[in-house]
């Protein structure tokens, strides 16, 4: 008899294991909808809402990004990007694309096309980052070595020849110029 109840309490134990959720990471409990006993995973006329559970990383921080058509194109996952907070001007942290949405979203900015993305990053120790901080994020899209970028109406042009004035002490000089991209 007592072998026939310690197997039992085996079945039980096994059956209670299944019904455990385990987080995949380790996180905070930031919201829930679910209550002891309530069901899981079926559906039942008497069910209509949705049951959930929020776990989050508090040291992993997610941006959301409304990205214009033109650049979207040179973005891909896990492309790297700077990320400064409003908050804490003089730290820059390293994130990288961990979502690039391909639908384009509703209605952007004076009616240009605009893609969702999301840029992921690590905090700092003992840095105090809240939700719905305002960030700046810089992506390198393109980039040549050995030339610089200036605006076009600094560019002349005298027989032919495209050049730059460039201060040398007190005196200017024309520097011929190549232009890649104009």
Do not use: C, R
């Amino acid at each position: 008899l007592v072998e026939q109840k310690q197997q039992e309490i085996e079945t039980i134990m096994k059956k209670f294991d299944n019904y455990i959720l385990k987080a995949n990471f380790d996180g905070v409990i930031t919201k829930m909808n679910i209550q002891v006993w309530d069901t899981i995973g079926t559906t039942t006329t008497n069910q209509t809402e949705e049951k959930y559970i929020y776990i989050e990383n508090p040291d992993l921080l997610e941006i959301n990004l409304d990205i214009d058509q033109t650049s979207i194109v040179k973005l891909h996952l896990g492309m790297e990007a700077e990320i400064t907070l409003d908050a804490l001007p003089d730290k820059v942290f390293s994130g990288i694309f961990t979502e690039i949405n391909t639908i384009p979203s509703e209605g952007g900015e004076f009616w240009a096309t605009t893609y969702k993305a999301k840029v992921a990053f690590q905090k700092w120790s003992g840095d105090v980052i809240l939700w719905a901080m305002t960030a700046n994020v810089k992506v390198i899209l393109d980039q040549k070595l050995g030339v610089i970028s200036i605006p076009n109406v600094a560019i002349s042009e005298e027989e032919g020849t495209l050049f730059v004035l460039k201060k040398f002490w007190n005196k200017f000089k024309s520097i011929p110029v190549s232009v890649w991209l104009a």
